[in-house]
Every structure is written in C-alpha cells, then in structure tokens.
C-alpha cells in the first residue's frame, strides 16, 4: 500500500505540487450546481459499485443497507449522506439545513423509522459540545456564578454536578430544537473502507473529481482489493487499531487487536507491518520500551525496522548482535538509505568491539562553492535570492529555475506514465488514485519491469524526448505521484530536453524507480540551464549553518560518482556581494 501514511493510496504530498490543480474549475463547478443531489448520486454510485463488486462477500447487514437505502424517499437518502459525510456523531435539527432537502424533520423520520437514525441520551459533555455558552447558561438555568466562566472552565463545573445521561429534550425544555444520531454512520464507515482500499480518502474525493479540482488516470482494468469476508475484516481491524494507537491506545492493547498476517493479500500485509513498525516507534518513543520495540522490529519486515533495531540493539548495549545483523543488512541492503546508515554504524560498532580492518569506504567529495550575501532585509527564501543573483551574473547566456524535486520527478512521470498507470492487477482499485497501490512496496519496480525497460530503451534511441512533449500535452492536469504541473511550463520542459544529455536522465531516472519512496526527494533547489551550450547544472543553496540532509547527500554522492554537474552552494553573509563560482 503506498503512501507515507498507513492505507495511503495517492502520494500527492511528497512531491511539492506547485498547482492546484483546478483545470476547467469552474465550468465542473457549474455541473455539480446544477444538480444539488450530487453528493447522492455519488454515494449512490459507490454503493453500486460495491454491491457489483462485491455481491457475494457482503454481510446480510450491509445487503440490507444497500436495498433498503434505495427504497427511502430522496430527502430522507439525502440527509443520511450528508450526516454521514460530516465530521461528529451527534447533529443538531437546527443545523441541517439544505435547500434541496426541505423539512428536516420530515426528511428525517423515515430514517428513525428504519432504525438508522436516533435521538440519544446525552451526557453534560455531549451536550456541552453541541450548545454554546449562551444557550448552556439558558438551558441548565445556570447561576450568575458560573455564567462568568469560560466555556471550557464551566464544563468541570458541570460535570461534577450533572452526572446522569438525558434525552435533549430533557436537557433543554424551552427549545424545539433536536439532536439525531445516525447509527448507520459506523456501518458508513464500513463501506467507506471497503470502497477505497486505504484509510485517508473519503466521500468528498467524488466531490473534488467533479470540480475539477482533482483529475484522474483513466485504468482500464481496476482490481477487487479484497478476495473474501476476511480481508474486509482485516483492513477494518487495521483501521481500529490505527485509529487507536493515534488516540494514544498502548501498544500492548492495539498488538492484541490486530488480524493475525494476511498471507496471501500484499498489500493487506504491507499495512499490517507498517502498523506493526509504528506500534513498536510508540512502545519506544512514547512508552520508552525499547526492549520490547526491538522485539517487535525484529519481526517487522517494513523499510526501515532493521535499520531502527540496530540502532535500539546499540542503544541497549547488544554491540555484538548490532554488529551482526549490521553485516547481514550490508549483504543485501533494502534501500540506499539502509545503506547510508550503515556506513555510519559499522565503524562505531567496530571500534566499541575493538574490530580493525572493516572499514565501508569513503564516499566521493560533493562540489560545492560558494556565495557572499548581505544580511537580509527581508524574509525571502535564500534560495530565491541566489536564483536571482546567479541568473543576473549570466543573464545573457543561461536561465535558473528554482525546482527542488519538480522538474526531474516531472520528466519522470511523463516518460514512465504507462509504467506507472499498467493496468497490474492489485494496482487500481477506484476511480480515484493518483498512483498505483504498491507504488512504494519493494514490487513496484519487478512488477513493472518491461514497460520500464521499453521507456529506458526510448533514451537509448532518442524517442524519449517526443514521448515526453506528447504526454505533457495529453496527460496535462492529471493527478501523478511524480509530475508537478504548476511547475512545469512548455519552456522549463524545452530546456530540460535540450540540455540534459539522455545518459544524464537514464541515471536520474534509474535513481528514481529503484527506490520511489526515499529517491524522489533530495533533488537541488536551483537549475541552471545553458541552452546554447546544451548543458546544465544542479545547484543546492545552503545558507549558513546548514547542511545536506541524508537523502540529499545520497543523491549528490551518486552524481559525484558518475561526473554529474551537481553542486552545493553554501551561503555566507558578508558586506557585500561576491560570488566564487566553480572552475
């Protein structure tokens, strides 16, 4: 399952997307309007899709739902959406008001007629929620002592005076006002789950889609996530416990709930074991556990458990056992991040063991010059400023664009698109992903193998840069975990195809797809483009006191070994401006 998060199915956010996006905005904006039961017909579709879908690994309840939801008057269907799309559990009458629904309570009653939909008893702190001071002094009656506190200072008051549960109409006498509980919301929930695969998008995402705010890849074949009853049941396990351990749940409690491993699901068993890396991070961090989070980690197989059991091994004096798995993790390192790490740990678990001869070797030295600033007069970004500063010294010449992770990641996407989007099954589950589900499982890559050595053959022969222009133009504005569309006008993408050498891009390119997760980020702020010369370099601004993050130095380090024009440029504030540039 892909994603930094658990269940995370659309990476927009690790690549700084420099648009909204929002490509014929207001032209949707005006579709949507026109019918005010979009929302509906949306839950509608969803409901269809996994009846259609999954017709035989339902339960009797769900069935239920799904047939009966359909009988119920268009105003009642339509308020049990919009309670079940809002954020709460309780909801006042007073604040469900819609337009296109009418009578609330009319709309209303069918649903308590079903069983879906209740007025609860309530407790003084529900009811303090729900209310304002105002109306909580009017109320409870309360005396002019307590009416000069503040709203979250009153609710200790009232707690120790109100400790029973009452209907709301109890509570407050002078009102007609309601409050309903629709009890079908968790088995919503349920459904929601079911439908997208992953825990952070929701119904809003058929919203979204429909403004244009959010265009998605068309897959033309789109799997069923889940093969039987159980991997329903286990994702909504997962989501339990993830939602648990974030409400500060103990370790020992979210382990004793979750499902057992899910053999023959991946990508189920990728969000079971980032969930088991994330209980032992809080058993170590938050319960200050560390034996019993390295026990956990070692029996995690999520990226980066070894990596933080070596460390916790060192941390509780196991040097020896450190050392050991430190050595089986150099055979076969999972990632250049793994890598890195153990460069670092080995040579201070040898000296610690009184181990010579073991040494990981040098990295290669990072070029790097550097600039002369004055103090700054605002809070402008540095990088910005040396944009600025070296497009002026070469201004006839050369152009600099400031582009961080955008330009390569972008030149990435347009080239591997039909890599990334294959229609794979286990890859696409919905309408709405802005990536495949194992774009960060170590399958990504060997799954896709052949489309990407078909576009890796396209820079040999020269065809990558009309595959490139072609796809800018057709795939413009839709949703990709590597391409920013804000960032990438015709000309910056000219530039880059006249002045990057394919061999350069190959090995971008290379550095990309063999560790989506970590390698696409850490790319140089600044590119400076000789358009003339058909050449470029990579410039990372450094302002004082700062220094390259792991991830940049990894990179820079594989530009270093293979004469890449890469460079650091460290910032100095002096009295005025110079600028040392590199041979």
């Known amino acids: 399952m892909s994603g930094a998060k658990i269940g995370r199915m659309g990476p927009r956010a690790r690549i700084r997307n420099f648009s909204d996006g929002s490509t014929g905005r207001l032209e949707h904006q005006r579709a949507v309007l026109a019918d005010p039961f979009y929302y509906l017909e949306n839950f509608q579709s969803a409901l269809s899709l996994l009846e259609r879908r999954y017709g035989d690994l339902l339960s009797s309840e769900e069935l239920q739902f799904i047939g009966q939801f359909a009988e119920l008057p268009r105003p009642s269907r339509a308020l049990l959406v919009r309670m079940i799309m809002r954020n709460g559990a309780l909801f006042r009458l007073s604040r469900l008001r819609y337009p296109e629904i009418g009578d609330t309570a009319e709309a209303a009653a069918p649903l308590i007629g079903a069983g879906w939909l209740e007025h609860p008893r309530l407790d003084v702190r529900q009811l303090h929620r729900l209310l304002t001071k105002e109306e909580l002094v009017r109320c409870l009656r309360l005396p002019k002592a307590l009416c000069r506190l503040d709203k979250s200072t009153l609710l200790q008051a009232l707690v120790e005076h109100h400790l029973e549960s009452r209907p709301f109409e109890e509570w407050c006498k002078d009102t007609r006002d309601r409050v309903y509980r629709p009890i079908v919301k968790s088995l919503a929930e349920r459904l929601r789950l079911m439908f997208f695969g992953n825990f952070h998008q929701g119904w809003s995402e058929f919203v979204l889609a429909e403004l244009g705010i959010y265009r998605y890849e068309t897959v033309r074949l789109q799997s069923a996530p889940f093969r039987r009853r159980g991997h329903i049941e286990a994702l909504q396990q997962l989501h339990q416990c993830h939602r648990d351990l974030e409400e500060g749940a103990g370790p020992v409690e979210v382990m004793t709930a979750m499902p057992p491993p899910i053999a023959d699901c991946e990508w189920l068993e990728d969000i079971r074991q980032r969930l088991l890396f994330q209980i032992a991070c809080v058993c170590e961090k938050r319960r200050d556990d560390a034996p019993a989070a390295l026990a956990m980690l070692l029996t995690c197989r999520h990226r980066g458990a070894r990596a933080r059991a070596i460390r916790l091994m060192e941390r509780l004096g196991q040097w020896q056992a450190a050392r050991d798995l430190c050595c089986v993790a150099r055979e076969s390192p999972e990632s250049e991040s793994e890598r890195q790490r153990l460069r670092r740990v080995l040579p201070r678990l040898n000296r610690k063991l009184g ?22 007069q605002s809070d402008r970004r540095i990088e910005l400023t040396v944009r600025d500063l070296l497009a002026r010294r070469e201004a006839a010449s050369s152009s600099v664009h400031y582009v961080e992770n955008g330009l390569i990641n972008s030149l990435f996407g347009l080239l591997f698109w039909d890599a990334i989007f294959a229609p794979i099954p286990g890859a696409f589950f919905h309408d709405f992903q802005s990536g495949p589900a194992d774009l960060e499982s170590d399958r990504f890559l060997e799954r896709r193998r052949n489309q990407f050595a078909q576009r890796f053959a396209d820079l040999e022969s020269g065809d990558y840069r009309s595959t490139i222009r072609r796809r800018f133009v057709a795939k413009a504005g839709i949703q990709s975990p590597f391409v920013a569309w804000g960032l990438l006008t015709r000309r910056l993408l000219e530039l880059a195809l006249r002045c990057f050498p394919a ?25 400076q483009f000789w358009p003339d010369q058909a050449r470029y370099r990579m410039v990372e601004v450094k302002g004082p006191g700062d220094r390259l993050q792991d991830n940049q130095r990894r990179l820079f380090e594989f530009c270093a070994r293979h004469d890449m024009p890469v460079f650091v440029c460290q910032v100095r504030i002096a009295s005025q401006y110079a600028l040392r540039l590199p041979p």
């Open 355 to 376: 181990i010579v001869g073991d040494g990981t070797g040098e990295p290669p030295a990072v070029a790097t010059f550097e600039v002369s600033l004055e103090p700054p």
């Open 503 to 527: 061999s350069h891009l190959r090995l971008y390119f290379d550095w990309i797809a063999r560790d989506v997760v970590d390698n696409r980020a850490g790319f140089p702020d600044l590119i």
